[in-house]
């Protein structure tokens, strides 16, 4: 046995420790490139402005509301024009006495888009309407643009340009023989269609 060379324990030595750096460099570096990527998207605190639910303005209380792009597909008469339009569904929870409730579609550059809709409410409830654009029932109006369209292309670049600013929708009230009150207003969020 004193002939035989004792084995010397292996040291972990720098091989080691220069590798565990490496390894700890490399998800450093790909944390931060994660976390610099999570920084550009767009955040919900600026693209998507609303108000909080339940909006009530003059004795009208507006309990949801939506707004949204809507794929013409199915329509023939949009198709033509357009790929896609902005909806506003709101969802009435009561009216005092009567007159009406405004809708107003804004671009992303605050340009007011198309006329305004009107949505009657006498007695607690809208009066039931249909046209080319609008679907009020007595709890529930559905209000859609007439023009301002954007196309398959525009729509794509406005969906996913993070500098653009959202659509946004405006919904006032004004009772009879009162002055207009806004109730809310929220974003026209995109979706993938």
Known sequence: ????????????????????????????????????AVAKLP???WRNEFKPLSWEASGVCIDDAEAFWKASAGDARMELRSYSYPVCRLELDEA???????????????????????????????????????????????????????????????????????WRVEVDCRPEGGETLPLGHLSVIPHDL
């Open 96 to 166: 005092a006495g009567a007159g009406h409730v405004t809708v107003r579609f804004f671009n992303g550059e605050g340009v007011q888009m198309g006329d305004r809709v009107y949505i009657q409410y006498r007695d607690g409830k809208f009066i039931p309407r249909e046209n080319n654009s609008m679907q009020v029932t007595e709890t529930e109006a559905t209000v859609r643009l007439e023009d301002g369209f954007l196309t398959k292309d525009e729509y794509t670049l406005h969906q996913f340009n993070q500098d653009d600013r959202l």
């Open 1 to 36: 046995m004193q002939g035989e060379e004792q084995e010397k324990p292996k040291k972990s030595g720098w091989k080691n420790k220069a590798w565990a750096v490496v390894a700890m460099l490399i998800l450093v570096g790909g944390m931060g490139g994660f976390w610099a």
């Open 43 to 45: 955040h919900a605190e």
